[in-house]
């Protein structure tokens, strides 16, 4: 009940092109949502995050969109770039309840030139 | 600000030695939180201080031993280790384990080889 599935394991993309990464929680109880992104050798850097309550959140080339009824999320980077190459982690947590973040599985990113 | 950091970098130990690792933080945050990580694995929870007292503890083997000595140093011991704990070792912190106040930020890591 606590797990976070996350989707495709590994993606690549031509530079210019949108990059989707898809996340499905079980838990109901989830309400906070961050996608982290991490590069080689580097510690994970927190990307965007969102709450239940909105179904989707822009932060410049990056979206959040959420869908409450399907327990799904999932991040589009739009214009994908070569320096978007990294590794990605979708991530839930019990609001209120701080400390425990379930991690996806990870996805790797390659954008093409 | 939102910079997290850790030393050493890297670290190399035998099974028997004694070692610590640091982490530093200068935003205020009063939660803290150490972190395992395998390659192309996502980090794993170990210790989650809040208000310099331990919150959680994952059920983490003995010879892990956190230390909170205040509220912008976390201290992870390290005895008696076995090869298999090798992996980057992640520390991050919050601003507090409230609602809302929940984002984490991450170090570098420490990269641990245990020989």
């Known amino acids: 009940q606590q797990q976070v599935k996350q989707s495709p394991q590994s993606l690549i993309v031509q530079k210019g092109g949108i990059s989707i990464i898809n996340c499905a929680y079980e838990n109901t109880a989830f309400d906070y949502f961050p996608w982290y992104q991490q590069f080689p050798g580097k510690g994970p850097a927190l990307l965007i995050a969102?709450?239940?309550?909105?179904s989707e959140k822009k932060e410049g080339r990056f979206t959040i969109s959420f869908n409450k009824s399907a327990k799904q999320f999932s991040l589009h980077i739009m214009d994908s770039q070569p320096g978007d190459s990294a590794t990605y982690f979708c991530?839930?947590?019990?609001?209120?309840?701080?400390?425990?973040?379930?991690f996806g599985q990870g996805t790797e990113l390659s954008v093409k030139p | 600000d939102t910079e997290v950091t850790q030393t050493p970098k890297h670290l190399v130990m035998g099974m028997t030695n004694k070692k610590s690792l640091k982490c530093e933080q200068h935003m205020g945050h009063r939660a803290m939180y150490w972190y395992k990580q395998k390659a192309k694995k996502p980090p794993e929870l170990m210790f989650v201080y809040s208000y310099e007292k331990l919150s959680i503890n994952e059920s983490v083997p003995s010879r892990f031993s956190p230390e909170c000595p205040n509220s912008s140093l976390l201290n992870l011991h390290l005895h008696a280790l076995q090869p298999e704990d090798s992996a980057l070792y992640l520390c991050?912190?919050?601003?507090?384990?409230?609602?809302?106040?929940?984002?984490?930020?991450f170090g570098p890591g420490t990269r641990l080889l245990v020989l």
């Open positions: 991530a839930s947590a019990f609001y209120n309840q701080g400390g425990k973040l379930i």
């Open positions: 991050a912190s919050s601003q507090s384990l409230a609602g809302g106040q929940e984002t984490q930020y």
């Open positions: 969102i709450r239940p309550d909105v």
